[in-house]
């Protein structure tokens, strides 16, 4: 099963390559696919890919596609809670903003279950900052080492057509 899902992937990925002849797009198209896929507003992933392709004139399958593949039913807890964490952990230490203190009202009831069982709080602030700064960090990082990739691999695929 895992085998059928990597070389779909690998076949996915030489189908893009083939058809968007530009690495400079494709690779573009994955960073802005990681942003939006560590984005935390809830419920608007697609909305945010078909504006953002729109806007920055991106492949929309592959961004949807990696959008897709990051943040999908079985990883957005993870993220998300990852998203939270960092976001509490960054505002506390480079602002010394305690971000439980600014929750809406209605987040009480969860932080009172979820102390009790010794893990961290929700906070809906951390939440937003840590979501937007982790995808623009996975971003920025991921678009050079992307470009380098697309590059290669189009150059090979290139070579094979020739």
Not at 45 to 71: D, E, G, K, P, Q
Not at 83 to 91: A, E, H, K, P
Not at 107 to 130: C, E, T
Request: glycine share 4%; aromatic share 16%; net charge positive.
């Amino acid at each position: 099963m895992f085998l059928k899902l990597l070389n779909t992937l690998k076949k996915l990925i030489y189908d893009a390559t083939l058809k968007e002849r530009s690495p400079h797009k494709l690779a573009l198209s994955c960073s802005m696919g990681t942003f939006i896929a560590f984005n935390p507003l809830l419920g608007m992933h697609t909305v945010i890919t078909l504006f953002f392709s729109w806007l920055f004139r991106l492949n929309l399958a592959v961004t949807f596609a990696i959008s897709n593949l990051i943040n999908n039913p079985f990883t957005m807890i993870p993220i998300y809670a990852t998203d939270n964490v960092f976001g509490d952990w960054f505002l506390n230490v480079m602002f010394s903003i305690d971000a439980k203190a600014y929750n809406p009202s209605y987040l009480n009831w969860l932080n009172q279950i979820i102390s009790s069982s010794h893990l961290p709080g929700v906070s809906l602030f951390g939440f937003f900052v840590g979501g937007h700064l982790l995808g623009i960090c996975f971003s920025v990082i991921l678009y050079p080492i992307l470009l380098v990739f697309f590059k290669k691999l189009n150059k090979t695929l290139s070579s094979l057509q020739a």
